[in-house]
C-alpha cells in the first residue's frame, strides 16, 4: 500500500518562520550560512511537528526550533531554501530564503570601433566587453573621457549564470578628443547584502587619436599690405591640424624665400605685387590665406 501525504504550504502563515538573513548574497565557490527559526508558538509541542530546512544543497541542523543550514562551497547558481513547518494537521507554513550567487567578471576591456585614427565630426562606438559575470542583471557600465563619466549602461539579460556581454555607447567625436584616454569600468551592484563598496573592475585606458583639418592661427583674409619698392616683405601663414598641416605659397612672381609657413622677400620690385596664396592642407581638409600686397613708389632716378 502506498501512502500519499499531502500538505498545504502556507507561505503568509501569521507564525511563520523566520530566516536570518533575509537575503543571503554570496560568492560562487565560497561557503555560506543562515539561521532559521520556525516559530513562537505555532510549532510547539516539538512533539507534533515536523522542522527543517529545504534546499538543492548544504545541510541544516536541527535544534528545537531553531535550523542552521550550511553550504561548504556555493556551487549552485540557482537556488531557493526553505525554512518550514509541518503541524499535526499537516499545515506546513514555510519562509523561502532569497539566494543571489555573484562572480565578478573576469575581465574587462575597452576599445574604439572603428579602431583608430578618427576623424573629427565622426561617429564612434565606444565598446566595452566584460567577461563571465553573474548576476549580470546588477551589472552597471559606465562610460569615461578622461576621468569624466559619459553615460552608463546596463543589460537586459535575467541569466543568472556567468555570461559575457558587449556594452556600447555612441560618441560623436571632437578635435578636443585627440590624446584623450577613453576607459570603462563594470560596476557588480548587488544590495547592502553584498560586498561594499559594491566590486569594480576597470578596463585598460586607450588613448584616442583624431585626425581634423587645419585650424587657422591668423585670419584667412588678412588686412591688405602696403610697402615701399625696394623693402623686404615678410608674410606669416600658421595653422594647426591632425596630421601635421603642409604649407604650399603662390605668388605673383617667382621671388622669395618659401620656407613651411614664412614667406620673405629681400627686396620687393613692382612686379612682387598682388595675390601671395598660402595653402594650409593634411588628409582631412585645407584652408587658404590670401594676402594682398601693393607695392608702391620708386627707386630713385641717377
Not at 539579460?157 to 571632437?174: A, H
Not at 577613453?182 to 557588480?188: D, H, N, P
Request: charge should be negative; aromatic fraction near 8%.
Amino acid at each position: 500500500m502506498i501512502l500519499l501525504s499531502m500538505f498545504l504550504t502556507d507561505y503568509s502563515c501569521s507564525d511563520k518562520p523566520v530566516i536570518t538573513p533575509s537575503r543571503l548574497v554570496v560568492k560562487f565557490g565560497d561557503p555560506a550560512s543562515a539561521t532559521c527559526v520556525a516559530c513562537q508558538q505555532a510549532c510547539l509541542p516539538l512533539d507534533d511537528s515536523v522542522i527543517s530546512m529545504e534546499a538543492s544543497l548544504g545541510t541544516p541542523d536541527i535544534n528545537g526550533t531553531k535550523v542552521t543550514w550550511t553550504v561548504d562551497r556555493m556551487t549552485e547558481w540557482e537556488l531557493t531554501p526553505k525554512c518550514y513547518y509541518t503541524d499535526s494537521t499537516n499545515h506546513q507554513c514555510c519562509t523561502s530564503l532569497s539566494v543571489t550567487v555573484y562572480k565578478p567578471p573576469e575581465t574587462v576591456s575597452f576599445s574604439l570601433n572603428p579602431s583608430e585614427p578618427l576623424t573629427e565630426g565622426s561617429k564612434v562606438t565606444l565598446q566595452c566587453d566584460v567577461l563571465n559575470v553573474a548576476p549580470v542583471a546588477n551589472l552597471t557600465v559606465t562610460f569615461y573621457r578622461g576621468q569624466t563619466p559619459l553615460d552608463q549602461v546596463k543589460s537586459n539579460d535575467i541569466t543568472e549564470k556567468p555570461v559575457s556581454e558587449t556594452f556600447s555607447l555612441s560618441y560623436n567625436t571632437r578635435k578636443e578628443d585627440d590624446g584623450v584616454q577613453f576607459w570603462c569600468e563594470a560596476k557588480l551592484e548587488l544590495g547592502a547584502e553584498g560586498p561594499q563598496p559594491p566590486l569594480v573592475v576597470k578596463s585598460e585606458e586607450v588613448n584616442a587619436t583624431v585626425y581634423y583639418g587645419p585650424q587657422l592661427k591668423v585670419p584667412a583674409d588678412p588686412a591688405p599690405i602696403s610697402i615701399t619698392r625696394g623693402e623686404p616683405l615678410h608674410l606669416t601663414c600658421l595653422a594647426e591640424g591632425n596630421p601635421k598641416p603642409q604649407y604650399s605659397w603662390t605668388l605673383p612672381s617667382n621671388k622669395g624665400h618659401r620656407s613651411g609657413t614664412d614667406l620673405k622677400i629681400d627686396s620687393d620690385d613692382v612686379q612682387d605685387g598682388g595675390q601671395y596664396v598660402c595653402t594650409v592642407s593634411n588628409n582631412v581638409n585645407s584652408v587658404i590665406v590670401t594676402f594682398n600686397v601693393t607695392v608702391q613708389g620708386e627707386f630713385p632716378q641717377d
